[in-house]
C-alpha cells in the first residue's frame, strides 16, 4: 500500500526541506534533461544534487532505500 504514497510523500517532504522555487527548479531541470528517456532513480537523484549543489544522501537514502521495518 505504502508504494502509492510513499512517492507522494517523498516529494512533499524534499519540496518542504527545499523550498518551493529550488524543488520547482529541480523539477524543471530533470524533466529537461529526461523527457522522452528512460530515466532511473538516479538519474532524479543525480539531477537534483546537481541544481541544489548539495549532496542529498541524508534524504535519498532513508526515504528510498530503507523500510523501517525492524
Given amino acids: 500500500m505504502m508504494s502509492y ?5 517523498a516529494f512533499e517532504m524534499l519540496k518542504s526541506a ?4 529550488l ?7 530533470f524533466i529537461l534533461r529526461w ?8 538519474d532524479m537523484f543525480y539531477t537534483f544534487e546537481d541544481v541544489t549543489k ?11 532505500f530503507e523500510s523501517h521495518i525492524p
Fill in 23 to 29: 524543488f520547482k527548479e529541480c523539477l524543471k531541470e
Fill in 54 to 64: 548539495q549532496d542529498l544522501k541524508w534524504f535519498w537514502n532513508p526515504m528510498v
Fill in 35 to 42: 523527457n522522452g528517456k528512460h530515466p532511473t532513480p538516479w
Fill in 18 to 21: 527545499l523550498g518551493d522555487e
Fill in 5 to 9: 504514497y510513499k512517492p507522494a510523500l
